[in-house]
């Protein structure tokens, strides 16, 4: 499975997303020296879960859900989470 697959596979068992995205942007840091480390992705996500959290609250619950990848795969992650009916 792809580090993109399993991005998405871990978020949607974890937090039932109504919306999903998860973009690879290692092309745009080639050269970096974490870049070797794992790659670089941008997660633009809405859930139910994160209504009434304050951002830091849900982006622990995203890294908490990547825990694993954080650690073999992915170097830089970019959020951005939401609530339903967030601008």
Not at 16 to 34: F, M, N, Q
Not at 39 to 66: D, M, N, P, W
Request: proline share 3%; glycine share 10%; aromatic share 4%.
């Amino acid at each position: 499975m792809s580090t993109i697959g399993a991005i998405e596979s871990r978020l949607q068992q974890t937090l039932e997303p109504l919306s999903l995205e998860v973009i690879d942007d290692s092309h745009l840091h080639a050269g970096h020296a974490g870049a070797r480390e794992g790659g670089h992705y941008t997660v633009k996500i809405v859930s139910e879960r994160f209504t009434g959290l304050q951002r830091v609250a849900r982006h622990r619950l995203i890294y908490h859900s990547l825990a694993e990848l954080m650690q073999h795969g992915i170097h830089a992650l970019a959020i951005d989470a939401r609530a339903p009916g967030e601008p």
